[in-house]
């Protein structure tokens, strides 16, 4: 087993292997979510309540899910990179952050979106979109703190710290914005608390999730190929593939 | 010696006098270059105080309540002190750059006046500073339930108030530059000078919620400007050599 | 070159100056006579004075008693003419390290008035040994190769009064040899240059020395 | 299919601008991600055999002009 964590780290073998695997993802992510968008726009039934602008939950929800899970993979990342010293793990989180913001971003924005039907302004400051506010910040930081440094290696370990910081943070902002916002708790309807959805409408939820989640291991594993790219530049192995690729 | 434009070369050494031509006019658009090529390389830098805006916003809800009346009643000053504090931030980088590598000094010995050199670093970092917080500035506007129609004036007053306090600040930052933990000092300088550009800035957006007239307002605040535009840039270039000499 | 030029000698004169730093005197009556085809080195221990000489020469530090003089006017006067006719390199390189090294000529070609000219500054590049490192940031230079992109300057923004702050730092062995020839065609032809170095002139005719240790001039204690 | 007409499918019974403003950002986005993933990484590339091609051209004018250089170029300067 520990062979294997170690070959896995030396980037030479992972950029052969993410090569084969990469496909696989790219045809998955794209079947899925074609299939998802499909279904959920056009063939899901509109929900009773809130019509057809419901169906931005299938955007919605695989987004929210999918900014969750980055900042959680990106932690983990970190722990390897720091722990077991294998920079692979580090070039991942490096390359995890940006997509985290993006999907964070989609996810507030749809979220709020598919507020104004029902509360009739741009923005509310209802807690899910709050806490997935503070999440977006929390990337934000990230990606400037890996920014900031103009040594490679503090601003790799500078990051891999505040991502851990920041996923045991997560819960806790989750549980305390929730607490605040049942306290100012105004008399509308809120888009978090939704009855039991049919089988017909949470299918094509299902089928877009995955969508994204393939999507996201896809675009990591081409980003960490370039990030190797760039930071083993100086390698032979690099070099010959620079030489053969013009 | 391989002379390459004929004074090194046999001739004895020529005097050269008087102002070459043009040279002021070479000079500043030359250093507003360098500066602009020098942020936009570190396109983070530029993003941090936008950033720590939204992020500043965000608490004033969580910390007072989401209730839309109470926010939209105090939106204008919020939107106001959270942009000039944000503004404030990237005053201490200013010089502070220069400074270290050398290229202050040099900036010091050149024939051209220092006072308007000094006025094209400060015109980069409005333009990077003050400008996105203006445009940004409506997007949270929405956040905070602003009324509607004093949008553009906010955009409007944060942008013509914006220049005044790089102005004003840039004299603070040339003060401290030489001191090694000059931020808050800088803080503590400056802010005060700020309160009349925050008065009529802050009024600026009132004044439009309320629908009474807002060219009053946006008049001092162009008053205000022009005064720190022939003022400031003297204050700055007697600060700077003052600083040089830690 | 676009300016009016008289062929004149240069003088830059000080009349017993003095300077107190912390206490304690750095310098006193120090009378000076710098002028044409001379290279005037400033020797002395660390903290004696020699940068803080050539900020006051410089006109970059204020609190000092007694006067300067330049081309026999007072330097309140003559100051635009002498900034005109100065090329000061500091202890910092002055190169910005986000900036290609073309990138920084650019700008003091600007500053110092002189045309826009390219390949005036891939020749000082190439003059200093920079060939082939023109458009990679100076950041990833090193420090002897920054301190280099300053040198340039000397070739690139020709003046004929030079006041040079430790030039030798972090130069390597070939470097020293160039600058050292540089320094002394450069007083040949009618330049003048003023000196900090901890590294051993080569002795020669236009060589002169001036010890700061304290005390004033040449007491050497 | 929940809807008749294609016309309709547009319209999403009166919700079309937040329904379409959500998934456009979202395609906006997921498509702006891969473009700009594949235009870095053939970026990376470009840079890369150019490097290569500067070191191979400095190391051969550093064998071939002056004998005593490091191969790190850095001729020297007989100004």
Not at chain 1, 103 to 109: K, Q, S
Not at chain 1, 204 to 232: N, Q
Not at chain 2, 238 to 243: D, E, G, N, Q, V
Not at chain 4, 14 to 41: D, K, Q, S
């Amino acid at each position: 087993m520990w062979a294997f964590i170690h070959k896995l780290g030396s980037p030479k073998w992972f950029y052969g292997i993410s090569a084969r695997l990469q496909p696989w993802f790219w045809v998955a992510a794209l079947i899925l979510i074609v299939v998802g968008s499909i279904w959920g726009l056009a063939f899901a039934p509109a929900d009773y309540q809130q019509g057809n602008s419901f169906r931005i939950i299938y955007v919605h929800v695989p987004a929210a899910f999918l900014a969750q899970s980055i900042f959680v993979s990106m932690a983990v990342s970190a722990v390897i990179f720091m722990v077991w010293k294998i920079k692979i793990a580090d070039m991942a989180a490096a390359v995890m952050a940006p997509l985290g913001a993006a999907m964070t971003f989609v996810a507030l924005f749809s979220g709020a979106v598919w507020g104004v039907p029902t509360w009739g302004t741009w923005w509310m400051w209802d807690a899910r979109l709050t806490s997935m506010l503070i999440l977006l910040f929390l990337y934000l930081g990230v990606i400037a703190l890996r920014g900031a440094f103009t040594s490679r290696d503090s601003a790799s370990r500078a990051a891999s710290v505040l991502a851990m910081v920041g996923v045991i943070n997560i819960p806790i902002i989750k549980y305390s914005v929730d607490w605040w916002y049942t306290l100012h708790q105004p008399a509308t309807f809120t888009i978090t608390s939704r009855p039991t959805m049919p089988m017909e409408m949470w299918l094509p939820l299902l089928i877009m999730v995955l969508g994204f989640y393939s999507f996201f291991i896809a675009l990591t594993l081409m980003r960490t190929r370039s990030e190797i790219l760039r930071r083993e530049a100086n390698k032979r192995w690099v070099r010959e593939l620079a030489g053969e690729a013009n | 010696m391989t002379g390459t434009d004929g004074t090194l070369t046999g001739k004895a050494m020529t005097l050269t006098s008087g102002e070459p031509h043009g040279g002021l006019t070479v000079a500043f658009w030359a250093t507003l270059k360098r500066d602009l090529v020098l942020l936009l390389r570190r396109r983070s830098e530029v993003m941090n105080p936008l950033v720590f805006f939204a992020i500043v916003i965000t608490l004033f809800p969580i910390g007072i309540s989401p209730d839309p009346q109470l926010l939209a009643a105090i939106a204008p000053g919020l939107l106001w002190v959270a942009a000039l504090l944000a503004a404030l931030l990237s005053l201490d980088s200013l010089f502070r750059a220069d400074y270290d590598d050398g290229s202050l000094e040099q900036l010091l010995l050149t024939p051209q006046p220092l006072a308007l050199l000094a006025l094209a670093k400060v015109a980069v970092h409005w333009l990077l500073t003050g400008l996105p917080l203006a445009l940004m500035a409506p997007l949270l506007g929405i956040m905070l339930a602003l009324p509607a129609g004093s949008y553009a004036v906010l955009a409007v007053s944060l942008a013509l108030g914006s220049a005044s306090l790089s102005l004003i600040g840039a004299i603070g930052a040339a003060l401290t530059v030489g001191l090694s933990r000059g931020g808050v000092l800088l803080s503590l300088l400056v802010l005060p000078l700020y309160i009349p550009v925050l008065i009529f800035g802050a009024g600026a957006v009132q004044a439009a919620i309320l629908g009474d007239g807002v060219m009053a307002h946006l008049a001092i605040l162009g008053a205000l400007l022009a005064l720190a535009l022939i003022l400031a840039p003297l204050a700055i270039a007697a600060s700077l050599r003052i600083s040089i000499n830690g | 070159m676009p300016f009016l030029e008289r062929a004149v000698s240069l003088r830059l004169q000080a009349r017993n100056l003095a300077c107190e730093r912390d206490d304690r005197w750095l310098f006193r009556e120090l009378d000076l006579d710098i002028r044409t085809g001379e290279i005037v080195r400033v020797e002395g221990p660390n903290g004696s004075g020699k940068t803080t000489l050539l900020k006051i020469l410089s006109g970059q530090l204020a609190d000092y008693e007694g006067d300067l003089f330049w081309d026999d006017r007072p330097m309140r006067d003559a100051r635009e003419s002498f900034l005109t006719n100065l090329l000061y390199l500091g202890h910092a390189p002055g190169v910005k390290a986000a900036l290609t090294p073309l990138e920084n000529l650019t700008w003091y070609q600007a500053i110092a008035g002189q045309p826009r000219d390219e390949a005036a500054r891939y020749a000082a590049l190439e003059d200093v040994g920079l060939a082939g490192f023109e458009d990679l940031p100076a950041g990833q230079l090193s420090a002897g190769q920054q301190r280099r992109v300053a040198l340039a300057r000397l070739v690139l923004t020709p003046r004929p009064l030079w006041v040079l702050d430790e030039p030798f730092t972090a130069i390597d062995r070939d470097g020293v040899n160039a600058l050292e020839q540089r320094l002394v065609d450069h007083a040949r032809q009618g330049g003048c240059v003023l000196v900090t170095t901890h590294h051993e002139l080569t002795p020669c005719a236009e060589l002169r020395r001036i010890r700061l240790g304290g005390g004033g001039l040449d007491d050497g204690n | 299919m929940a809807f008749d007409t294609l016309q309709d499918f547009f319209a999403m019974g009166g919700h079309a601008p937040y329904v379409w403003a959500a998934w456009g950002v979202t395609a906006a986005l997921l498509l702006g991600t891969v473009i700009h993933a594949r235009a870095e990484r053939r970026q990376l590339l470009r840079q890369l055999a150019r490097r290569v091609r500067r070191e191979s051209r400095l190391a051969t004018r550093a064998a071939g002009a002056q004998p005593i250089q490091t191969s790190r170029g850095g001729s020297t300067n007989d100004a």
